[in-house]
């Protein structure tokens, strides 16, 4: 997304720009009017948004001659929709989530002082005094994952399926909406998926009727499965970055425990060194999270190695922008 658009979206959230709109304001004037913006400022929006293709005109369109024009008037477009339908994760797209991601970049200077980026309920009103989507920003970030490039998700499991093509039962770990856990199951594997509470909360509602088991936890805590219930496949996919290197070293260690023997830990995320753009998505989660960061193969290896795993390997995908990581629990 150009930067521009990003932060033309951004403020039309924090000023009320966007909820007017897309509730019951219908003209630059009505929008100015409930969100406290001035005219000019909802008439420019308003036009730049439908050219962007997140509203249409409705009424008022005119020759740009006509002396006296009249008011357009506008609504939201499928593009749009999910800025106001969270019921489904599925159908709310990657926008609300990068305007998520702007708030926290604007607010990166104050977070190298602290080393802290702000929780979401600081920013959860704009300066209307009015709630903003930030404080919906798991159901956003749900969204966003739930969007995954259909070729990158199939990449990633056949991926993971090599490593351990003997394996029955999969840990998806961190699966957040489960479009992984749901390829697994389509190959017909028995699928685990394990996750913090509140994105287990959304899974329920949407996941209900896909045979995927569901559990509350933090992968750095813990993981099920282990001894006579250890599974072929730990997989974990762009999680990793979210992680301080001491949480992705004892993630390696629970899902070693986790593993039947000779079963795989298979994770997918940018290498230094090897994803192009691996160094500034760093600087993202220097913004985005409290310990996150982008890791060098030879930390990665480092992790699985000292967790207790062997034929550790890293390899690019065609056509995938991350880099595959994987490591064999010695069997019996």
């Known amino acids: ?9 951004w403020a039309a959230r924090e000023t009320g720009v966007l909820e007017a709109v897309t509730t019951d304001a219908e003209t630059p004037a009505e929008v100015a009017e409930s969100a406290g ?9 308003l036009d730049a948004m439908a050219e962007l293709g997140y509203l249409e005109v409705v009424a008022g369109a005119h ?4 002396e006296r024009p009249a008011a357009k008037q506008y609504e939201i477009t499928n593009r749009a929709l999910g800025f106001v339908a969270k019921a489904d994760v599925r159908s709310i797209g990657s926008v609300p989530h990068t305007l998520d991601c702007v708030d926290r970049w604007i607010q990166l ?19 209307a005094g009015e709630k903003s989507a930030s404080d919906e920003w798991t159901t956003n970030f749900m969204g966003s994952m739930a969007s995954a490039d259909d ?4 990449a990633s499991v056949t991926a993971a399926v090599h490593r351990n093509p003997d394996a029955e039962r999969v840990l998806d770990a961190g699966g957040g909406p489960g479009v ?7 190959r017909g594997f028995d699928v685990t998926l394990v996750d913090q509470p509140d994105v287990i909360d959304i899974d329920r509602r949407f996941l209900e009727h896909e045979p995927i088991e569901l559990v509350e936890g933090d992968i750095t805590e813990g993981l099920p499965g282990g001894g006579d219930d250890g599974f072929g496949i730990v997989f974990c996919s762009r999680v990793a970055h979210a992680l301080g290197p001491d949480e992705n070293r004892r993630f390696a260690s629970h899902a070693h425990d986790a593993l039947e023997p000779g079963g795989a830990l298979v994770l997918t ?6 994803a192009e753009d691996a160094a500034l998505f760093g600087a993202h989660m220097l913004a985005q999270t409290e310990n996150g960061d982008t890791y060098t ?25 991350q880099q595959v990581i994987a490591g064999r629990r010695p069997g019996d």
Request: glycine share 8%; charged share 35%.
């Open 109 to 127: 200077p104050e977070t190298m002082r602290t080393g802290e980026p702000p929780a979401p309920e600081s920013t959860a009103e704009n300066s």
């Open 1 to 9: 997304m150009d930067y521009r658009e990003a932060l033309l979206l």
């Open 297 to 321: 193969g030879a930390q990665f290896e480092g992790w699985l190695r000292d967790a207790g795993f062997e034929a550790v390997e890293i390899r690019d995908v065609p056509g995938f922008d």
């Open 180 to 186: 992984f856990a749901k390829e697994f199951v389509r």
């Open 151 to 154: 070729a990158a998700v199939r």
């Open 63 to 66: 020759a740009e001659d006509d």
């Open 269 to 274: 995320d940018k290498v230094r060194g090897r």
């Open 37 to 45: 913006v001035t005219e000019r400022a909802a008439r420019i929006t």
